[in-house]
């Protein structure tokens, strides 16, 4: 079973002791658990859990880590004690705060931020190592970024129909902010018409190419006159409209010279998690935020691999457009494997989770971070001069091959993976590595994919870097029945060549409870158990332990409790040892 400090330790107000640490280890065990898995959040002197950090929003995580400063130490000594073992989930790409909805307004931040600043935010969470060196993330096209010098104010703002009909608009409502805190009604100047006019539309193109559609007339409608001198503007219609296009087509904005605004995405107000911090003009905007926008033609789920600008937006589906100038250089969370230093700061905890006591590592790629615009990052120094070595091209000014880019930056990645096994396997422990399904690592370099990588997976189980293939997202909501066909020939060819290979398998399915009936959810899970079992698994992954067992003020209540009796049965059944 999956355990997650930030899920199972701070989503409760109930505190946390070593006891009931401990008691909750023999409650795993009493389930008819046999290992765990934990989702490595790190000792306290790591500063993820540093004070004003977003994801200890109640400070459980704080005042727990100073009961026990290393939390994996203790997991590992009293599991042991039962009879479990112990794995690290090591997720390199979720580092530091993945979410835009938390920020600390002018003031009010602690001394010493617990995060890294991005767009409309003053600080969130991060390993103290990646706060210190916030350059060494994955880093935005150059092409894409705000020029230097003083920002002019905006004057004009277009926004524009992907047809030449539109009915009649409602009126506009414009609203500033400083800081983003807080918006107020914008009162100064401006004037809106709307027209049919010529364009050629921008076509979404990866920098640093540019594209246009055929000329044509479309509607348009413009807010001029404006003196907009602050950061963060939003603009929202008092009525149904049916404004719709690309977000690469939707906006224009221009300074006070004509020259076009940077400018970065913004539709909804800020939260944490899905608890509502209020309006936007109470609660501010999440910027660079793509998770769940309802765009016309998106595949569906969240999205680590496209840009946003690929996709067409009703603007009657979101409650406002929020302006944000500039963009974030860098991804949140997401580091970049081609500096050294990285690699090493990666490898440095693999060893911190081996002193731990654990059995095994497990390294786990993907990562919460948001963003609008995917396909525009992985530009950092190493990759840019490995690549302009390798084929004499500048990537940051002349047009190149995306699939030879994506190869070469999963050669970091191959790098960081053979390192890191040769460091577990000298200490006699097993390596496992999370083949991902969705986003798909069964990409081609041409195509699209994670953090715009190429996951060269069958190298590491022909290599033999791999002890246990960890299957993770076969399975999805909301995918659409092309995109379920295609993860399940992931799946079998994924299947087959560890079998071919003689690797064990475990298999680590979606959290679904939530909205279903006790029975639907058990008669699923056990369907899932036997489906894998009978597909030669060695390892079914129970994701994760706060689907399963809540911390309340009377204990731990452990819900669906047939599904514990099968799985004891089922383990009766197998010759295993019943727990402790």
Known sequence: MTLDFRDDFTATSVPWTAERFREYIRLVADLGMKGIHWIEMGDKEMGKWDRGSSTDLMGGAREFVEAVPNPLAFLCEEAHRVGLKV???????????????????PGTAPDVLPGIPQIGGSGQMAFRWLREHPDRRVEIHPSLMEGTGVRKPVRTVRLWHETDRLEGVPDIELFVSETNARYTPYRGSSRVDVSVRRRKPPLFAPAPEKRFANEGEFVCIEVSGLELSQPFFCIRFSGAIGLTNTLTALLEVEDVTGAPVVFTWGFFPRSDYSRSLGTFEEAGIGYDANWLIPFENHPGGHDWQHSAGRYRLNVDRVPFIGIARGRNRFLTSVVE?????????????????????????????????????FENYGFGKPVVEAFRDRYGVDITRESFDRGAWRELRGEYFDLFLKDASELIRSHGKETWIHLTAYPSMEREPRQQSLHQMYWNWRKWLAEGWVDVVNFKRFQARNLSAGQQEAIDRFYLKALNFCNELGLRMAYTPNPRFEGMREEEFVDMELRDIRRIAADGFDVYNFYEGCTYIRLTENGFRVEAGSLWRAVREWNRRAGLPPGP
């Not at 590592?361 to 615009?373: K, L, P, Y």
């Open 337 to 373: 494997l081609g500096y050294p230093d990285v690699r090493r700061w990666l490898l440095d905890v693999v060893q911190y989770e081996l002193d731990a006591g654990c059995d095994g590592v497990d390294i786990r790629v993907e990562s919460h971070t948001q963003n609008m615009d």
């Open 87 to 105: 794995y690290a989930v090591h997720k390199i790409n979720d580092m530091a705060s993945f979410g835009p909805g938390r920020f600390y307004p």
